[in-house]
């Protein structure tokens, strides 16, 4: 024979494994055994008694302080807090609560759930460490990217060097072979120059981000300040969406944006180029997307062109180092968004990243 319902919404309240409690104010005036059981106490211990007894004193004030700014409003409550045990120990808990209405639809109180979430806090705690490491890590990669790189520029440049004097000595040599020498070894030190800058500053952008108020139209200016000769050269039409302002690194943003538009400059396919830059506002990201006509991108190549030296076309067809998405990638990911690609191949791609509204974690 079924229960009646009433029934069985206490007998699933008194056996789910999550706090639920009825209070006016900080006072509870029901609980579950659960809730008794999170707080490591008997259930008359926390029926008509204050719950921020139980609340650590560090998180006290901030629990009273939400309490009594929603007291009587019937404003629903979300907080995280620590439980102080009786033996000292400490539980984190979240606390969400809605309103409760009397029969006339005044408020009478309210009706709250409280989950133990000292696993995910740990998890966090854990995660922020690793983090941490990480950063200190990647500083340590940068300081050492700048001291090598210096180093090899010096030997690069002295080989340049004579590279352009062999050229001048021996302007149209008698043995071919010695031409195609020389010519080799001048693109061969141009390219570990550009290799190294590249290099050098990827792994800058690892050091961190510098975050204040960032235009993306002021920095989508500079960017198509920069590329000023290839966009002169392919005739290239670039049409834009008014761009919002985000927290952000300026010099960092601006990269971004020279990099994308840069490679739809390069991928072309014979056709004047035709790249549009639109923005979509979402509820908790703007994205910003660069649309191009160019060659396309084939399907299984879409996540690959992010990882760091992967070409997919001959340098002879396409210059470069196979850095240059990479580092949007890791741009974008400091900023705390992500980036993709939507192509087809043979008739343009979309290149897209999303930068979060809010503060920068």
Same mark, same amino acid.
């Given at each position: 024979?079924?229960?009646?319902?009433?029934?069985?919404?206490?007998?699933?309240?008194?056996?789910?494994?999550?706090?639920?409690?009825?209070?006016? #104010?900080?006072?509870?005036?029901?609980?579950?055994?659960?809730?008794?059981?999170?707080?490591?106490?008997?259930?008359?211990?926390?029926?008509?008694? +204050?719950?921020?007894?139980?609340?650590?004193? +560090?998180?006290?004030? #901030?629990?009273?302080?939400?309490?009594?700014?929603?007291? +009587?409003?019937?404003?629903?409550?979300?907080?995280?807090?620590?439980?102080?045990?009786?033996?000292?120990?400490?539980?984190? *808990?979240?606390?969400?609560?809605?309103?409760?209405?009397?029969?006339?639809?005044?408020?009478?109180?309210?009706?709250?759930?409280?989950?133990?979430?000292?696993?995910?806090?740990?998890?966090?705690?854990?995660?922020?460490?690793?983090?941490?490491?990480?950063?200190?890590?990647?500083?340590?990669?940068?300081?050492?990217?700048?001291? *090598?790189?210096?180093?090899?520029?010096?030997?690069?440049?002295?080989?340049?060097?004579?590279?352009?004097?062999?050229?001048?000595?021996?302007?149209?040599?008698?043995?071919?072979?010695?031409?195609?020498?020389?010519?080799?070894?001048?693109?061969?030190?141009?390219?570990?120059? %550009?290799?190294?800058?590249?290099?050098?500053?990827?792994?800058? *952008?690892?050091? #961190?981000?510098? *975050?204040?108020?960032?235009?993306?139209?002021?920095?989508?200016?500079?960017?198509? +300040?920069?590329?000023?000769?290839?966009?002169?050269?392919?005739?290239?039409? @670039?049409?834009?969406?008014?761009?919002?302002?985000?927290?952000?690194?300026?010099? %960092?943003? %601006?990269?971004?944006?020279?990099?994308?538009?840069?490679?739809?400059?390069?991928?072309?396919?014979?056709?004047?180029?035709?790249?549009?830059?639109?923005?979509?506002?979402?509820?908790?990201?703007?994205?910003?997307? @660069?649309?191009?006509?160019?060659?396309?991108?084939?399907?299984?190549?879409?996540?690959?062109?992010?990882?760091?030296?992967?070409?997919?076309?001959?340098?002879?067809?396409?210059? #470069?180092?196979?850095?240059?998405?990479?580092?949007? %990638?890791?741009?974008?990911?400091?900023?705390?968004?992500?980036?993709?690609?939507?192509?087809?191949?043979?008739?343009?791609?979309?290149?897209?990243?999303?930068?979060?509204?809010?503060?920068?974690?």
């Amino acid at each position: 024979m079924d229960m009646p319902g009433d029934k069985k919404l206490e007998s699933i309240a008194e056996n789910i494994p999550v706090g639920i409690y009825e209070a006016v #104010g900080t006072a509870i005036i029901y609980a579950n055994p659960y809730l008794a059981k999170l707080a490591d106490r008997g259930i008359k211990e926390i029926v008509d008694h +204050d719950w921020s007894k139980h609340v650590c004193p +560090d998180d006290r004030q #901030g629990y009273l302080h939400q309490w009594a700014d929603v007291a +009587d409003t019937g404003h629903e409550i979300y907080q995280e807090y620590r439980l102080e045990l009786p033996d000292g120990e400490q539980r984190w *808990v979240s606390d969400h609560a809605i309103a409760l209405k009397n029969e006339h639809g005044g408020f009478r109180g309210y009706l709250g759930v409280i989950s133990d979430i000292t696993s995910r806090k740990e998890a966090q705690s854990k995660l922020r460490s690793t983090v941490s490491d990480l950063a200190r890590s990647n500083r340590n990669l940068s300081d050492f990217a700048s001291a *090598v790189s210096h180093d090899l520029q010096e030997p690069l440049r002295k080989i340049v060097a004579f590279d352009s004097m062999l050229a001048r000595m021996f302007p149209q040599s008698e043995n071919p072979k010695a031409n195609e020498l020389v010519s080799y070894l001048g693109d061969s030190a141009e390219r570990m120059q %550009q290799l190294i800058t590249d290099l050098l500053a990827f792994s800058e *952008v690892g050091a #961190g981000i510098s *975050v204040s108020q960032v235009n993306l139209d002021e920095a989508l200016n500079h960017a198509l +300040d920069a590329l000023a000769v290839p966009i002169s050269e392919t005739r290239a039409v @670039v049409t834009r969406d008014p761009l919002p302002t985000v927290n952000g690194d300026s010099v %960092q943003l %601006q990269q971004l944006m020279q990099n994308l538009i840069g490679n739809a400059l390069k991928y072309r396919d014979g056709h004047t180029p035709q790249i549009q830059v639109h923005a979509q506002d979402t509820a908790s990201d703007w994205i910003v997307s @660069v649309t191009d006509n160019g060659i396309g991108i084939e399907a299984k190549d879409q996540q690959r062109v992010f990882e760091i030296f992967q070409r997919l076309h001959p340098r002879h067809e396409y210059p #470069g180092t196979g850095i240059g998405l990479a580092l949007c %990638q890791k741009i974008v990911e400091l900023h705390g968004g992500k980036i993709w690609v939507e192509s087809t191949f043979g008739q343009g791609s979309t290149f897209s990243f999303s930068l979060p509204k809010g503060p920068i974690s």
